[in-house]
């Protein structure tokens, strides 16, 4: 026969324990009743066995600063709609993840009949969120090498983080070539394409840091190069890499 019994208050017969009811026994809380606890530690089993939902507004180890969230194999599913924020430093996924994308791009034509390598407006700014991430760069820019009478004719392109060089060309004499073309004859000779180049840099910084290309013709004399020419467009990619 099921009993009701009404009282303001449970305490021990002895000691500092209270147990309710009997091992294999069900305790149930009916729908629309709540347990509060105040100032208190609610301590759950090692293991927890339940399809039950269980709702919190916090989880905290109960020792130390680890929380370790399921074993070896599990598989965690975030719902469709739902949001995962993280306001600390995520760690241990192992790197790779693409973080931002800076582009930048210019119009402006630039010439250089020299072998001593100068801006050519093409440049772009990012600023790393970790010193332990790489700048992933991707140039395409356009060029036009040109000279007076045919004969072997080339230009250089550098890449400069800041004031460091990061990627130039082979040096053949003054200036370097990233590339060049072979002729004989009398007549002008002309040279125009998009050269495109990649370079992974690690920059270790976490302030803003400039990427820009430089130019130069090669040790021939009698030649001009020339970036954009036309209002031709030259593109730079900065993209920051995860390192952690």
């Known amino acids: 026969m099921a009993s009701v019994l009404k009282v303001d208050k449970l305490d021990p017969q002895s000691g500092t324990a209270l147990e309710i009811g009997t091992s294999g026994d069900t305790v149930t809380v009916p729908s629309g009743v709540g347990l509060t606890l105040t100032d208190s530690t609610l301590l759950l089993p090692t293991t927890i066995t339940s ?5 919190t507004n916090k989880i905290s180890p109960a020792t130390g600063a680890a929380f370790a969230l399921g074993d070896s194999g599990d598989t965690f599913t975030v719902p469709s709609g739902a949001t995962i924020v993280n306001s600390g430093t995520a760690t241990g996924f192992g790197g790779g993840k693409l973080l ?10 630039t010439a250089m009949t020299s072998t001593t390598f100068a801006d050519t407006t093409l440049t772009a700014d990012i600023t790393p969120t970790s010193t332990d991430n790489d700048v992933l760069v991707i140039v395409n820019q356009y060029i036009l090498v040109k000279r007076t009478t045919a004969s072997t004719i080339g230009a250089g392109l550098k890449l400069i983080r800041d004031t460091t060089e990061i990627y130039y060309p082979a040096g053949v004499g003054s200036g370097g070539r990233n590339f060049q073309l072979n002729a004989t004859g ?19 910084a976490t302030s803003a840091t400039t990427y820009k290309t430089q130019q130069a013709v090669a040790e021939d004399d009698n030649q001009t190069s020339r970036c954009q020419y036309n209002d031709a467009i030259s593109t730079i990619i900065l993209m920051e890499i995860d390192g952690s």
């Open 100 to 109: 931002q994308v800076v582009v930048g791009t210019t119009t402006t034509d």
């Open 51 to 55: 399809t039950t939902e269980v709702k």
């Open 186 to 204: 009398t007549t002008e000779l002309g040279l125009q394409m998009v050269y495109s180049f990649s370079y992974l840099d690690s920059p270790s």
